[in-house]
């Protein structure tokens, strides 16, 4: 037996008869579906601002939600009580709200077995004295200040969290996970005469602390904001027009899951709203595009054994070689289409209805040398650092920022600009795509993804790309 099971059986003392009485209140009003998702969560986080213990916070979440799924109607209430009333209560709730003709009964429950552990994890970072995370962010904070006298402030935090889930469903899974996270971040503000220029960095993922010590330390994130801040004091204005643009490797993947991979999950597809819909088997990129997400990756932010429905993730290829191949589902639309599950079915807490979302969303390497790329630009930009962004998933139309870019003529990086935006929409930009590098990197670990008020942790990638035409606005004079 998985220990997430045991865990919420030996803590509340839930039993398979337990299970089997929530559900058959969930269906009773009606409904073809139901599933009961329990969550135990624990986490802490302490922050360092002008060399001074800010915060430091530890606590604990506990609850259960309860969907139950009529045709296309959807019913959904929770708690965080566990007695027996309270999740009773809830049940009926979920139930009337989806009331329907459709009758099922419950099945005996089986357990999902997990395919594989992606995250082995001997001690869970919530179990470390907190005296232990703050000596990271000192050293981080003492680090980025050592860098260079005109850094001014420094912010540096550390969380982590630990949640164990269950998923009983009325079709006869049971499903438990155990998913630990932690996350070291960054922010260094620099100033030379009246400018000031900020600098972030951060990473970290499912797993221990020991990762902060001997793979990715405080001084690798404090080192890297501290540059960024440095180095945007000397940036110029970037100019603006249409022009031939570079994404670096890693973080600039961004762009790909923001306008690309939200049109590619199935509810916006199902409800013919994204400008990726009725597209399947199309082309709608280049054809050295391909691009895949992949929630299977060991130790990765965006990786889980299960799902949030208690599906197994799995690696799926969305766009293979510029044609489109299918969409990331969840049960509601997977139910609704015919499609086949892909484990992709992700909510933020147990207080939240699971829907499609990404897990680590990346472009496969190209067979380009990304100097060689570099070096086929007459007059472009080059990008390698993003900050914020908007995009409107009917049309994949995209406004972003890039935090660290750079100017390129003849073939050759000149100097560093600032306030560049980068315009476009996401399909149209796959098309543009006329090289892509050999070398693929993946995000340290800081990305969050929000989506209907939801927030869930992912990752991105990309490898070096060039696109052969690109609104790029800018600031400086013509």
């Not at 213990?53 to 019913?75: F, I, P, Y």
Request: proline letters at 4%; hydrophobic letters at 35%; aromatic letters at 6%.
């Amino acid at each position: 037996m998985h220990p997430s099971r045991r865990f919420f059986e030996d803590k509340f003392g839930l039993t398979e008869a337990d299970f089997q009485k929530y559900l058959s209140a969930a269906l009773s009003a009606g409904g073809d579906y139901a599933d009961l998702y329990f969550e135990y969560g624990s986490t802490s986080s302490i922050s360092l601002d002008e060399s001074i213990v800010k915060s430091a916070t530890q606590g604990v979440s506990v609850g259960c939600g309860v969907r139950v799924l009529s045709g296309e109607r959807t019913g959904y209430a929770y708690t965080d009580d566990l007695s027996p009333e309270k999740l009773l209560k809830a049940a009926y709730t979920a139930a009337h709200i989806a009331s329907g003709p459709a009758r099922v009964t419950t099945v005996g429950l089986s357990e999902v077995s997990i395919p594989r552990n992606l995250y082995p994890i001997v001690t869970a970072p919530t179990d470390i004295d907190i005296a232990a995370k703050l000596e990271l962010v000192v050293r981080a904070d003492a680090s980025a200040r050592a860098y260079d006298s005109r850094i001014f402030q420094v912010r540096a935090g550390y969380a982590d969290e630990v949640r164990h889930v269950l998923t009983v469903c009325s079709d006869g899974d049971i499903a438990a996970d155990y998913q630990p996270m932690a996350r070291l971040s960054v922010l260094c503000l620099a100033r030379d005469g009246n400018r000031v220029e900020r600098g972030f960095s951060g990473g970290g993922g499912r797993v221990e602390l020991t990762f902060f010590h001997e793979e990715k330390t405080p001084e690798h994130f404090a080192r890297e904001a501290a540059r960024q801040s440095i180095l945007q004091l000397t940036a110029v204005d970037a100019p603006a027009g249409e022009m031939e643009v570079v994404l670096g490797p890693g973080w600039p993947g961004i762009l790909l899951h923001e306008a690309i991979g939200h049109g590619l999950e199935a509810d916006f597809n199902r409800k013919q709203t994204s400008a990726f819909s009725g597209l399947i088997g199309q082309r709608v990129a280049s054809d050295i595009c391909t691009v895949v997400d992949d929630g299977t990756m060991p130790g990765r932010r965006g990786s889980v054994n299960l799902d949030d429905e208690g599906i197994p993730t799995s690696q799926t290829v969305l766009i293979e070689h510029g044609i489109l191949k299918g969409y990331l589902q969840d049960r509601l639309s997977a139910r609704l289409t015919g499609a086949a599950l892909t484990g992709n079915g992700r909510r933020e807490s147990y207080a939240h209805m699971p829907m499609p979302r990404m897990t680590n969303t990346y472009m496969l390497a190209g067979k380009s040398d990304p100097e060689e790329i570099l070096r086929t630009v007459k007059r472009g930009l080059y990008a390698v650092n993003f900050g914020g962004g908007q995009v409107d998933i009917t049309n994949g139309k995209f406004v972003f920022t890039a935090s660290e870019a750079y100017w390129i003529e003849d073939g050759r990086i000149t100097r560093p600009v600032r306030n560049a935006t980068l315009v476009g929409d996401g399909p149209t930009v796959l098309r543009h795509v006329t090289m892509v590098g050999n070398d693929l990197a993946l995000d340290e670990g800081i990305g969050t993804c929000g989506k209907d008020g939801q927030s869930v942790p992912v990752g991105v990638g990309i490898p070096t790309i060039k696109i052969d035409r690109l609104t790029v606005g800018g600031t400086a004079n013509s």
